[in-house]
Each structure stands twice: as structure tokens, then as C-alpha cells.
């Protein structure tokens, strides 16, 4: 299985002396495609900084981060948005859906900022594969946690991006609800060979992972080999 | 992006209808009070502007056209005489008291006019026949002053300082900036309605020949004319309205309200679409972290601002617009010239876009690792 981001032994540190937080202390692990791998860890452990400096969100202090053979630690500011925009997909806890417009708009925008040609059939054919045609005209405020959940991974799937970071993605939904969206993501990585990456501590996603990497005061910790990975690879 | 700008701004229509009527009120409060002070400067001093006369002769140091005093009529014939002048009349305008059908008093204005010349003579006539001037006790009153001179129809006869006065026709329009309305009758008729002598006039209106040079006849009148002083019409017409608009304050309290709406316009605009802006900062932040560009984000609010602007401008020059023709037939005169209309527009972009420049900042400088923390 191929390696698609290197992450070598990555520092995060928030403040300055003598109130410095180290959030990463020199985390190492590597993401293959084709694997969801989960990120486990208490509150605090740096789990949400490692997959903000993943997704190049925030700047590492120091280390190395190499997505498909690109460092992108040091990167300036201003390249980082074009990083975000051709490699990932993300999905939040809180689904951030533009409440103004419909599910068929909220992921056409995506698709029209990461320049896929016909932005609008593009989305359409995007909900439909995660079984939300009947609602392209609904807006968020009328859909179940679970539906908007959806919403957000048709829209984190614009573009067809390389890798998927979730953070949390089944904290709000019921438990039909989150099995739904957890099958739908790893069918992401198995169908369409994409990494997927989960922050979570629920327990449910565990059965659908590939690999679970512990995080702990911001090192990475044990690592657990789940399904059938090693016949993957 | 375009459609998340447009759909933002109409989603919430409470936010909406809040926005729209900051906008609204901002822009109603500087049209008005920017069109009272047109009108000001317009009613102080359209007896000059409407005057066809080239150069005035009155006596030395009068502060207004309306404050002029008796000089000696003979001095038309030394103004006719000086080179390019093509002719010279005698006009008066002066304070006066209208008797009421009830006996009660009104201060009015007559102007008595040259009606072979025409300098002088009323605009905008609705009823009558201007030849009626002619004869002996006969006035033009405008019909917006109908009620407060107590006239009701022409061949109405009230008593103008203590004389006769019949009505034979009716003007539209010419509104006093004092509270005394104008009464036009021939220069004759003024003459005998103020008492002056046969001698006597208020000022000596002259009209330059073709191609004459406005500043040459002057100091020439100056020169052949000893005892007055010599304005152009636009001298006339600044000296009045400074007087009036500025002098009386009147003006600049209705400029200061127009500045002041402005002020509390950019305030409650700033303040609306600086809300709005803020009320999207998630999802300004959720774009930024799913790889937008400053430059997008830019987009987003300054169109949403701009829309904003174009609906609150249709609803506020509405009722501007509505506020201004109520006023039509009302001695206040509220004036929105095309002109002006297009700069309040102009003004309402500006007021709406430096208002969401002031949230843009905000917006560009979210941190896109807000999206992680819920």
C-alpha cells in the first residue's frame, strides 16, 4: 500500500517561554491510501493539532510533513490555501454547512472553488452517491444530523481530493446515523483508493478502520492494526 | 461564490429587513436634508436667478436682494448711457403688508417689474394673463400662498399697504425662503404700493449688449453712476444666498443634518453589515479551511455589501422620492435633482463597502483551525 503522507517527527508549540504549550512533540507516522486510519487520544493529546497541520491549516514548529512527495512544513502562508484545495476533503463535527444554501449548493460551491467543470451536475451526481438525491433543494435546517453529515462528505469529496480529514464526524449523530456515514467513508477508501483520516473517540468507527494510532501528550503512541490491512497491502 | 453572497444576505430575513433598514434610513435622512438645503439655496435667491437682467444697481452695502433701500431713478438714464449697456430698468422689491379678508396682517415681498423688458417679471404663471399687470391695482400672487394671503380665485380684491390690490393671476411654484410670499405687479403699481416717489427706485437692472464684456460695463457703471454699487447676476445671487442659507444659519443647521446623516448613515451601515459579516464568520472560516483565498473571501462580502446597497438604495430613493413630490404643492422646497440621486447612490456603495472593508479584516484573519474546535 502506498504511502501517501510522511509525517516525521512533527513539533507544535503554542506561546512563547516560560508559558510555552507543546501540542506535538515529535509526532512520526505515515498515511497510506487506500486506509482509514483513526487517530485516538484523550482531549488534549494534540490529536486536532496534528490533523490541522495535516490538512495544512496550521504551521508545525518544526518537523516535516510530506503529502505525495511535497513537504509542506515551511511552506509560505499564502501557498497553504491552494495545498487545502487540491489534497483534502475535510469533514467536521459540526458539519459547517452553509445555512443559506441547499445540500446541491453547499457542495456545488466546493466544486466550482476547486474548479470542476458544471459545478452543479457535478454535486448532484456527488449527493446521489451518498444517497441524498432526493434532497439536493433541501437546506441544512431541514435535514437530520446524519443527512448533514452526508451533505458534508459529498462536499468533502469536490474535486476528488487524494485525502479525507475528519474530525469527529460521528459525534453527532445517532447510532444508525454514524454507521451510515462510517460505511460511507470507508467505502471512500476502499472503492476509490483515498486516504481517510478520523480524529474520534467514539468507539463505533473502530469496526470500519484499518489502523488506529493512539495519540498521547502530543507523541504518538501504540499502533493497532484493524480488518484486513496487511492482506491489502 | 457569487450565489453565497446573494443567498446570505436574503437567507435570514430579519437580518435582512435590519440591514435593509439602516441602509434605508441613512440614505432617506441625507437625501432629504441634502434636498432642504438645495432648496434653500434655491428659494433664498430665485428672484435673482430667475431674473434676466446682466448686471443689478442698487444702493451701496445692501446685504441681500431682499434688504434693498430707495436710490434715485434718474440714475437709469446715466447707466443707459454708459457703453454696452442695451438697456436699463427700474425694479423693486420690498417688504410690505397684506391685509387679510379677516383684517389680520401678512408680510409679503412686492416686486415691481419692467413689463416691457420683461427683467424681473414672474416664471412659471398657471393663471391669468401677465398684459393684466397693466392695469392700476392689479398683482400676481403664487398659488402656493393662496391660504396664507387669503386669495381664493383671481378678481379677489385685499388691501396691499393700506391700496387696493386685485388679484389677476396666479404663478406656481415661487416659493419665499422668508415667511413673506412674493406679490409680482408692474414697477408702476410697486412704485404706488411703497410710496416711493415718481423719483425713486429700488434697483436699476441693466441688460449688456451682445458680446459686451460683464466686467467692463460694470466699472463702467460704476464709474458713470456715482452712489451705488454694481453687481453681476452672480454676485446678486451669491450675496443673497450666503445671507440667507449661511448668515440666517438656517442653511448650515441643514447642511450639518445632512453631514450628520451621513455620519449616523456610514455608523448604522457600518454597524449592519459589520453584524451580518460577523453573523458568517464560521463559514467564512470553513471556506477558508477547505482552501479559499483571502481574495474570495473578499469577494463574498464586498458583493454581499454591495448588494445590500443596491436593494437599500431601490427602497430608500423611493422614499426619498415620495418625501419630495409630498412636498410639491408646501411652501418647502426638498430638491433631487438626477444628479444628486446618482451621487447618493454613489454614496451608499461607498457607505456599504468601507462598512464591510471594516469586517473584512475580521473575516481574513480568522483562523481556519477554528473549524477543528466546533
Known sequence: MQNLVTVTNLVKTYGTAPNEVHALCGASLEIRAGEVLVLMGPSGSGKTTLISILGGILTATSGS???AGREIVGLPEKEL???????????????????ALTAQENVAIMCKLKGVKNPNAAAKELLESVGLGSKLRSYPSDL???QKQRVAIARALAGDPQIILADEPTAALDSV????VLEIMSGLARNRN??????????RVLEYCDRIIHIEDGRVGHEEVRNNLEAVA | MNILAWKNLLHDRVRLVVTLTGIVFALVLIAVQFGMFLGFLDT?????????ADLWISAPGIPHVNGGSPIAESKRWKAMQVPGVANAVSFTLFFLNWKLPNGAFESCQIAGFDLDSGMGAPWDIVAGNIEDLRGE?????DDLYKKKLGVTKIGDTLELNSKRARVVGFTHGIRSFTTAPYVFTSFKNAQTYMRLRESETVFILVRTKPGAD?????AGLLAAVPGVEVFTRQEMLSRTQNYWVFGTGAGTTTLMGAILGLLVGIVVVAQTIYAATIDHLKEFGTLKAMGATNGQIYQVIILQSILAAVMGYALGISIALFVVNSTTNTDLLIKLPWQVAIGIFGLTLFMCMSASLLSIRKATTIDPAMVFRG
Open chain 1, 65 to 67: 510533513v510530506q503529502i
Open chain 1, 81 to 99: 490555501p491552494k495545498i487545502r484545495k487540491d489534497l483534502f476533503g475535510f469533514i467536521f463535527q459540526g458539519f459547517n454547512l452553509f445555512p
Open chain 1, 144 to 146: 437530520s444530523g446524519g
Open chain 1, 177 to 180: 446515523s454514524g454507521r451510515n
Open chain 1, 194 to 203: 483515498r486516504a481517510v483520516v478520523i480524529v474520534t473517540h467514539d468507539p
Open chain 2, 44 to 52: 433664498s435667491a430665485n428672484i435673482v436667478e430667475h431674473n434676466t
Open chain 2, 137 to 141: 391695482d392689479t398683482v400676481f400672487v
Open chain 2, 214 to 218: 460683464l466686467q467692463q460695463v460694470k
